[in-house]
């Protein structure tokens, strides 16, 4: 369901319309991050750099420091999250067509809203700021919001996970692309430096958990493993509710949305999150 969920959801941060969006609130958009770090944490009101590294986890204190909270100068949360269902209205309408009105996509708005509902958001930083804004109307924006409810769900579980196992964030994806999630490079995108990633490669090796060449070991791999059955295992609650014939309908449902968004090439094809294109 995440791999069904995310692209819908993240199509945001790399879709034209959205930056249009966000040039109108005056943020620049000549990269993504402006946009990406205003959209994102909007929900949080106006949060400062630290809580917003800490809610992020994956994010460089210093490269979070370049636009929170900056951001909120440009423009305040409300105007940022109004300007965030302009931006989802216009790309979803533009990516699915007549489908964005269809009886199809709204079913599926609400079993996804139903499935929102059923998630456990106390302590989870994402989460529970998204599931306290109120429903849009149109289920194609219901489908988006149910869909990043889900997301920063999982999301929060799998930092909590990566916490347990005494995993720091440069650490984390370090560890990432130890067992060949994306080549390290990919990672570059969140502002360690060379010096960092390495410190954190040698932290690893040290634990047994990668070789020198960078690759994970048996135990590396199998914390890996650990950390994502316990990453689902904390994701679980909103399709306990849900029931195993309304997740399969659900999964259903999302196919053509998921292929529409997908084939639009807007989300690259290697990155940190797991998804790629058709």
Not at 186 to 208: C, H, I, M, Q, Y
């Amino acid at each position: 369901m995440w791999h069904l969920l995310e692209p819908l959801h993240a199509v945001l941060y790399y879709a034209p319309q959205a930056f249009d969006q966000a040039a109108a609130l005056g943020f620049a958009v000549d990269e993504r991050w402006p946009a990406y770090f205003a959209w994102r944490a909007a929900p949080l009101g106006e949060a400062g750099a630290g809580d917003v590294t800490e809610a992020f986890h994956s994010f460089s204190p210093r490269m979070v420091e370049r636009y929170v909270p900056d951001a909120w100068r440009t423009a305040p949360p409300a105007e940022v999250l109004a300007a965030r269902l302009r931006a989802v209205d216009q790309v979803y309408r533009a990516v699915l067509g007549e489908g964005a009105g269809s009886h199809a996509l709204a079913e599926a708005a609400a079993l996804a809203r139903r499935a929102a509902a059923g998630a456990d958001t106390a302590g989870r930083p994402l989460a529970a700021p998204n599931a306290a804004l109120p429903w849009p109307e149109e289920p194609h924006l219901v489908l988006w919001q149910a869909a990043t409810v889900l997301r920063e769900h999982r999301g929060d579980g799998h930092v909590t996970a990566l916490r347990e196992a005494g995993l720091d964030p440069v650490e984390s994806l370090v560890s990432f692309a130890s067992v060949g999630a994306a080549p390290a490079e990919t990672f570059a995108s969140r502002g360690w430096t060379d010096a960092e990633w390495s410190a954190a490669a040698e932290r690893l090796v040290v634990r047994g958990l990668m070789d020198a060449d960078g690759a994970a070991t048996d135990a590396g791999r199998a914390l890996r493993s650990r950390i994502e059955q316990r990453t689902d295992a904390s994701a679980a609650a909103p399709w306990a509710v849900l029931g195993p014939d309304g997740t399969a309908r659900l999964a259903e449902l999302l196919g053509d949305p998921w292929v529409a968004v997908l084939g639009t090439g807007l989300l690259p094809a290697t990155n940190t999150l797991g998804i790629g294109r058709i």
